[in-house]
C-alpha cells in the first residue's frame, strides 16, 4: 500500500469516536507495520512528564526491553534532545545506537509535536539496509501532526 492510500486510514482511525487515544496509537502502529513492507517495528515513544527521559508507548513488532530511554542516549534520545528527524541507513555505523534486534538494519525515528513542543517520537525499525528515503520522513510528519490532534 502507498502512503497516499494509507493517509486517509490514518486520519480514519485517529477520528473514531469512543475509542481509547492508547487504542488508536496501537491501531496506527498495526497499519504500518501490516502495509509496509520494510517497517519491522513500529512504536511510539513520549516523554516522562518533566523527566528528561522517553517511556515505551504503543507499539508493534517484537517486544523490546527498551521501555524507558534517557533524552541523548540511542536514536531516540537524540531526537528528543535534537527535535529533528534521524534517519539512519545503517545502525552498525551509529556510536550511540541502543540494539533492540540483531536483526535491525535501519532506522527511523520522525519528533511529535504538540503546540510547538516535542511530546514524543514515532520510531520505526527496518530489517532491510538503508530502508527510509524522504518519502518515509514526509509521510511520518503526517501521521505524527494527525496524531498531535489527539493531544
Given at each position: 500500500?502507498?502512503?497516499q492510500e494509507l493517509e486517509p486510514k490514518v486520519t480514519d482511525i485517529l477520528h473514531h469516536e469512543g475509542v481509547l487515544r492508547e487504542d488508536k496509537l496501537l491501531q496506527i502502529c498495526h497499519l504500518l507495520r501490516d502495509n509496509i513492507d520494510y517497517y519491522d517495528w513500529v512504536g511510539f515513544y513520549f516523554r516522562n512528564g518533566d523527566k528528561e527521559e522517553l517511556i515505551l508507548g504503543p507499539y508493534a513488532g517484537e517486544a523490546t526491553d527498551h521501555t524507558v530511554i534517557p533524552f541523548g542516549k540511542g536514536i531516540c534520545g537524540q531526537v528528543a534532545v535534537s527535535n529533528k528527524?534521524?534517519?539512519?541507513?545503517?545502525v552498525t555505523a551509529q556510536d550511540n545506537y541502543i540494539a533492540c534486534s540483531i536483526t535491525v538494519?535501519?532506522?527511523?525515528?520522525v519528533p511529535l509535536f504538540v503546540d510547538g513542543k516535542n511530546i514524543g517520537q514515532i520510531d520505526i525499525d527496518s530489517e532491510v539496509l538503508d530502508a527510509f528515503t524522504e518519502l518515509d520522513e514526509r509521510f511520518l510528519e503526517f501521521v505524527n501532526a494527525e496524531v498531535a490532534k489527539l493531544f
Open positions: 500500500m502507498t502512503f528527524n534521524f534517519v539512519v541507513p545503517d538494519k535501519s532506522e527511523i525515528v
